[in-house]
């Protein structure tokens, strides 16, 4: 079982720019969803997006809010967190899974031929993690029963990584 403290929250939207995630993420209903969740430090590493005008955003939490663009790894952010947002990118997921923190991934739905929402369901159906779209971001805190979470066991994810590589002409 993975523990039920959220009171540092990490999102990252990985190298390129997901501003739909950010802009959930920052958003009153959202913010308030996390207050409730018990969070008191939320940390945005928002890739390639806009910075967002935390100073505004400030006045409406008691959430102490950071944000930054990118950096040679966010494994020290992962580790520190009670909870991690992540975009569903692989690599995102299975560093979050890796150390085991509880998940929650938001599908990046502007994608094409999007093979992450394949991840993300994957994953959610073995009980790794739970997946929904920036609009629905709230819902799926204010849902989640984070207690029956599993943690990613060593070769969980072979089959689907095999799978994947087929579907990206790797192998």
Do not use: W
């Not at 990985?14 to 207050?35: A, I, M, Y």
């Not at 997946?131 to 029963?145: F, N, R």
């Not at 990613?152 to 072979?158: K, M, N, V």
Request: net charge negative; with cysteine; glycine share 8%.
């Amino acid at each position: 079982m993975i523990k039920k403290s959220f009171r540092n929250v990490f999102v990252t939207v990985g190298t390129t720019q997901f501003e739909e995630l950010v802009g959930s993420v920052l958003s009153t209903e959202v913010l308030q969803q996390l207050e409730t969740l018990g969070c008191e430090t939320l940390t945005i590493q928002r890739g390639k997006g806009s910075t967002p005008d935390l100073p505004d955003i400030q006045k409406r939490t008691k959430i102490r809010l950071a944000c930054y663009d990118l950096k040679p790894t966010i494994g020290d952010d992962i580790k520190q967190a009670d909870l991690v947002i992540s975009h569903a990118g692989a690599g995102s997921c299975i560093e979050a899974l890796e150390a085991g923190r509880p998940l929650v991934v938001v599908v990046n739905e502007s994608l094409m031929n999007n093979h992450q929402t394949e991840l993300a369901e994957r994953l959610s159906r073995d009980d790794h993690l739970f997946y929904c779209t920036p609009s629905s971001l709230q819902q799926t805190l204010a849902e989640a029963d984070f207690g029956r979470l599993r943690k990613l066991g060593p070769g969980s994810l072979d089959g689907f990584v095999d799978h994947l590589n087929k579907f990206m002409g790797f192998q």
